[in-house]
C-alpha cells in the first residue's frame, strides 16, 4: 500500500462558537428524533381532545317488532364523562416530557459541543508552539556535531536524543487529540 498524502488538511473552526453550535444541532440525529417525537405526540393531544368531544347522531331508524313496525327520525347525543377521563392528561404528560427530551439533548449536546471546542482551541495553540518550538531547534544536528567534537559523550548524546524524540511524540499526541475533537465537532458535517 502506497501513501502518497501523509499530512492532516488544514482545518479551519468558525470563532463563532453558537454558529457551529447551532449547524451541529441541525444535523444531530437524536435532536431530530426526539423533535419529532414531540410532535406526533403534540398530534396525539389533538386526537384526544377530539374523542373527549360529544358525538351527536341522526339518521332515519326502522324497528319491526311483530304485530308492530316502528319508523321515525332518530337523533341522539353522547357526552363521554368517564371514558377518557385521564387520556388526555396522560398524552399532554407525555408530550411534555418529549419536548423536555429535545431541550435536554440539546444542552447536552451544547455542553459536549463547547467541551470540544475548548479542546480544539487549547490543542491547536499548543501544536503552535510546539511546531515553532521543535522547528527552531536544530537538535539533531547540534548533538551530531557536539558528539563527533567530543563536546559530548554517548550517554549525553542518546539521553538528549530520548528527551527530543519524547518531545517530539508528545506533539505527535497533542496533534491526534486535536483532530480527535476536530472529527467529533463535524460529525454531522461529514
Known sequence: ??????????EII??????????INANDPLIALYAQEAAVLKQH?????????????AGYHSQRQFPQSFRGIHAGISIPLWEGKNKLKATRLEQA???????????????????L???VKVRQRSLEEYKAILGSMNTRYLLDKSLRLGEIDLTSYFKEENEYYDAYEDFLRIEFEYHEAVARLRRYQL
Not at 500500500?1 to 488544514?10: C, E, H, K, R
Not at 418529549?98 to 459536549?112: H, I, N, P, T, Y
Open 1 to 10: 500500500i502506497t501513501v502518497t498524502d501523509t499530512l492532516y488538511p488544514a
Open 97 to 115: 416530557h418529549a419536548e423536555d427530551l429535545v431541550r435536554v439533548q440539546r444542552l447536552e449536546s451544547r455542553s459536549q459541543n463547547r467541551q
Open 14 to 23: 468558525s470563532e463563532d462558537f453558537n454558529l457551529l453550535d447551532s449547524m
Open 117 to 119: 471546542y475548548e479542546t
Open 45 to 57: 393531544v389533538a386526537l384526544q381532545k377530539s374523542l373527549n368531544l360529544p358525538k351527536l347522531e
